[in-house]
């Protein structure tokens, strides 16, 4: 079963510190997105890529907050500096977009982050 | 108010029970209309995918929408608890518009 990979798993952190999560899309998606999830929440989008292009970034602080597609294999999201209100799961899921139709969105088991 | 609502639970049911999970939402442009399970520490995965109204079946889970209502269902017969996580439901408008807005998920607890 093809998945999509998160790293690291479980990323503990003072405040002000800078952190990079790293994403592995299934071979063959073109669509990459990351959400955050928390209890108060739920799953909330943060950036959209497709083709490697980014498509929505709306949901992110743009202060701090970065997330770009190196290559296809490897999307990034990188927080600088942290602060302890980012706690949360970060997930990363990718999908494969036709243009035609909707395509359901396969998820990492995503990066647990806790912020101190 | 949130353009997809669910109710967050917890549900809890005895093992063999039928269980009804819901979500309403507001945006009239939604068509396309998912189900994920999310267990605990993990990512969610699909269940169940739909397009626009109507029912659908896999196996003991059954998916109805009426986009009359804008009321979407998901039905699990014989419930076990492996059944026991966390279902979101998703939508979305359309191919080339944002990306899949969440439910905040009803957790769910089958017990034996």
């Known amino acids: 079963d093809a998945r999509v990979t998160q790293t690291p798993r479980h990323k503990v952190t003072e405040m002000g510190q800078e952190v990079t999560m790293r994403c592995q899309p299934i071979l063959g998606h073109n669509t990459v997105f990351w959400y955050r999830q928390t209890m108060m929440q739920g799953l909330e989008l943060l950036a959209y890529?497709?083709?490697?292009?980014?498509?929505?970034d709306s949901g992110m602080p743009k202060d701090r907050f970065s997330a770009e597609m190196p290559d296809a294999t490897l999307a990034t999201l990188k927080i600088q500096p942290s602060e302890p209100r980012d706690s949360a799961v970060y997930f990363c899921a990718s999908g494969r977009d036709p243009g035609q139709v909707v395509s359901p969105l396969h998820f990492g088991n995503g990066t647990r982050l806790t912020v101190t | 108010q949130k353009e997809v609502e669910q109710d967050p639970g917890p549900l809890s049911v005895p093992e063999g029970a039928i269980v009804s999970l819901n979500c309403t939402y507001s945006?009239?442009?939604?068509?396309?209309f998912m189900w994920y399970r999310q267990y605990s520490r993990k990512g969610p995965e699909l269940l169940m995918y739909?397009?626009?109204?109507g029912n659908k079946e896999d196996g003991r889970f059954t998916a109805q929408v009426d986009k009359s209502s804008k009321y979407i269902s998901l039905f699990i017969r014989d419930s076990q608890p492996s059944d026991s996580a966390t279902y979101l439901c998703?939508?979305?408008?359309?191919?080339?518009?944002?990306?899949?807005?969440f439910g905040s998920g009803t957790r769910l607890q089958v017990q034996p």
């Open positions: 739909t397009y626009s109204s």
């Open positions: 998703a939508m979305s408008a359309g191919p080339g518009r944002r990306a899949l807005t």
């Open positions: 945006n009239s442009a939604f068509q396309y």
């Open positions: 890529f497709r083709n490697r292009a980014p498509l929505d």
